[in-house]
T-cell receptor, first 112, second 108 residues
Framework: DGGITQSPKYLFRKEGQNVTLSCEQN?????MYWYRQDPGQGLRLIYY???????QKGDIAEGYSVSREKKESFPLTVTSAQKNPTAFYLC???????????FGSGTQLSVL | KNEVEQSPQNLTAQEGEFITINCSYS?????LHWLQQHPGGGIVSLFM???GKKKHGRLIATINIQEKHSSLHITASHPRDSAVYIC??????????FGTGTSLTVIP
């Protein structure tokens, strides 16, 4: 079945540590996105990518980094510069930029 | 002010009731999306519409472009409909704006 796979489902970060969240899709979608969800707030865009080897900052990119070396994969690294990383992170993809979104099941990141 | 406003924030209904969730937006849009988020966290796209009305099973989505307003209706609600429903718009500047969601609980 086609879909988006995020891993891990739960992740804990220590102070000063970088952590990487995985996102893989087999939908043959060109566009991929990372969103952050905090309680009581709408989804906020961290980064998005329209094609391989290209990505753009979203509204809250500071403290995060991404890569898009393969069409299927769009990993997100939460760096030590992100001082408030505790949130639910959602990866999404669409056939082309800002068309109908398909979401992964999310990763809950917490700080130890 | 948020670009997308939803009401109500929370909604409790008895099984079988007709439910309406409202969404208003303030930006020019290319499409409006209704999303469903279950307690496990994953999100499913229910509808994407730019005019008129769409129906899928017991779910109906309508949009009024002139009034910048959309509604999501659930007929004959069921406990399995309990979820957070999120309205989002994609605009002509190639951005998505998301509402904060409506938390629906359907009681048996």
């Amino acid at each position: 079945d086609g879909g988006i796979t995020q891993s891990p489902k739960y992740l804990f970060r220590k102070e000063g540590q970088n952590v990487t969240l995985s996102c893989e899709q087999n939908l043959n979608h060109d566009a991929m996105y990372w969103y952050r969800q905090d309680p009581g707030q709408g989804l906020r865009l961290i980064y998005y990518s329209q094609i391989v080897n290209d990505f753009q900052k979203g509204d809250i990119a500071e403290g995060y980094s991404v890569s898009r070396e393969k069409k299927e994969s769009f990993p997100l690294t939460v760096t030590s510069a992100q001082k408030n990383p505790t949130a639910f992170y959602l990866c999404a993809s669409s056939l082309s930029l800002f068309e109908k979104l398909f979401f992964g099941s999310g990763t809950q990141l917490s700080v130890l | 002010k948020n670009e997308v406003e939803q009401s109500p924030q929370n909604l409790t209904a008895q099984e079988g009731e007709f439910i309406t969730i409202n969404c208003s937006y303030s930006v020019g849009i290319s499409a409006l999306h209704w999303l469903q988020q279950h307690p496990g966290g994953g999100i499913v796209s229910l509808f994407m519409l730019s005019s008129g009305k769409k129906k899928h099973g017991r779910l109906i989505a309508t949009i009024n472009i002139q009034e910048k307003h959309s509604s999501l209706h659930i007929t004959a609600s069921h406990p399995r409909d309990s979820a957070v429903y999120i309205c989002a718009v994609s605009n002509t500047g190639n951005q998505f704006y998301f509402g904060t969601g409506t938390s629906l609980t359907v009681i048996p």
